[in-house]
């Protein structure tokens, strides 16, 4: 597929090579030269250095050959306005199209008229997102990620194991047989030493893996058990910094009936937000002054998240609270060379905004992939799909697919009732099937479903 994306920022940059990877052919469009470089030296991209407003830098782009359309800039009216002269220069055999849109008004119901008359197909909303991602993660302890899959019938939980959980030192084999006949969970994909795989039955579970496990509803507090979690109620939680993503997950918890407090720099934002959120203590100041943190008692809240557009100061904020007791610290970063230095500090999750965006982005230009869930810090994709009629998978045990070593049937939703999958299981046309897999592998595996 040729896509043509509108935004080197960090959701387009992490896309636009996402989708590379898979073997699109994919062309990028900043006014900045300085990402773009980055995007060449590292993925087999092409670029264009230029407003994509510009008539004359969308046709050097080759927009009219063009079959997706992903317009992510920060700027919604630019976003829009890509969109419409994308589907005019592609008038005969229109485009699909993509954009980042952060107004909620724009958004909502009373946008629609706009968003059709520009021609948006999907609407992105990354702070939206990465507040609803964070959301999950505060109903676990120790959890970094949580999605829910195929309805909501199996969850894809991602943790690091500590010393003390029971599935330390042993192999995925002998866990397997522990729990025959029947499985609620499944051990997927093993991030190690900066280094990420589909697990096989021989690998043995270290302390400091990162796990990520496919889980029946039904299986998930046996799961937590397992890994060493337990599930917390989180009463108090603080936020440092006050832009829209805390905004938002600000309104989810408070309509939990979670007492929250944020920290905010700016004092007209302060403002706002005591407009916006009845309830809600908000104090102005620096979320690096370890002063203003130690009067507010930092570490007697059940849960501290730093999403400041500061990566740097989101870090030393959660590793301060972290040090005066906070039990549960969350950090949006933006760049992926931090990661390895929140896991040797103990920071609990790191989210960014670009995950849940890509996301969304991969499922709709897929087409008939059902959900995606990437990560910052693995190299390994889990996908829903449909298995189609009469195709290769239809009829077909697990075993006898002739899947890549690379890749792992990891669960099956038949008719709403979802089982872990076996090598003996057979699949019939319309089950819900998620999968592990590298990315260069994920058409290969489309293709047995399709």
Not at 281 to 297: N, Y
Not at 315 to 320: E, G, K, P, S, T
Request: charged letters at 25%; a negative charge.
């Amino acid at each position: 597929v040729r896509i043509l994306v509108v935004g080197a920022g960090e959701v387009g940059s992490y896309v636009a090579a996402r989708l590379s990877r898979e073997g699109n052919d994919v062309v990028v469009v900043d006014e900045l030269r300085e990402p773009l470089m980055r995007l060449e030296r590292d993925n087999d991209i092409l670029t264009v250095t230029g407003d994509a407003t510009n008539p004359s830098i969308l046709n050097e782009a080759e927009v009219d050959k063009a079959e997706v359309l992903v317009a992510v800039t920060q700027s919604h009216k630019t976003n829009l306005l890509v969109c419409l002269q994308a589907r005019q220069a592609r008038a005969e055999e229109p485009l699909s199209t993509v954009a980042r849109i952060d107004d909620a008004e724009l958004r909502g119901p009373a946008g629609r008229k706009i968003r059709d008359a520009m021609g948006v197909d999907l609407v992105l909303d990354p702070d939206e997102q990465t507040a609803g991602a964070i959301h999950e993660l505060l109903l676990y302890r120790g959890v970094s990620n949580l999605y829910e899959m195929a309805g909501g019938e199996v969850l894809l939980v991602g943790a690091r194991l500590t010393d003390e959980a029971p599935v330390v030192g042993r192999s995925i084999g002998e866990i397997g047989a522990t729990y025959e006949p029947e499985w609620d969970f499944i051990f997927g994909e093993i991030v190690r030493d900066g280094d990420s795989h589909v697990v096989r039955e021989e690998t043995v579970l270290q302390s400091h893996d990162l796990l990520r496990v496919v889980c029946l509803r039904k299986g998930r507090r046996e799961l937590m058990d397992l890994l060493g979690l337990h599930r917390t109620e989180v009463k108090r939680v603080m936020l440092l910094g006050g832009g829209r993503t805390a905004e938002l997950l600000a309104r989810r918890l408070i309509d939990r009936g979670v007492e929250v407090a944020i920290i905010e720099l700016q004092k007209k934002r302060c403002d706002q937000l005591a407009e916006k959120l009845a309830g809600c203590l908000i104090f102005e100041g620096d979320i690096t002054d370890t002063d203003l943190l130690s009067s507010e008692r930092v570490g007697d809240f059940d849960a501290v998240v730093a999403s400041t557009g500061q990566d740097d100061a989101n870090v030393l904020a959660c590793l301060y609270a972290k040090s005066m007791g906070a039990p549960e610290t969350i950090a949006v970063v933006h760049r992926l060379s931090l990661l390895p230095l929140l896991e040797q500090v103990g920071i609990d999750a790191a989210l960014s905004p670009r995950t849940a965006s890509a996301n969304s982005v991969l499922r709709y230009v897929r087409g008939d992939v059902a959900a995606v869930a990437t990560f910052l810090d693995g190299d390994v994709e889990v996908v829903e799909f449909e298995v189609a009629p009469e195709a290769p998978a239809d009829g077909t045990a697990v075993r006898d697919l002739g899947l890549s070593g690379s890749v792992l049937l990891a669960a099956i939703v038949r008719d709403g009732n979802a089982h872990i999958a076996r090598g003996r299981s057979v699949l019939r046309s319309r089950d819900h099937v998620i999968v592990f897999a590298k990315p260069h592998l994920v058409d290969e595996v489309k293709q047995a479903f399709g």
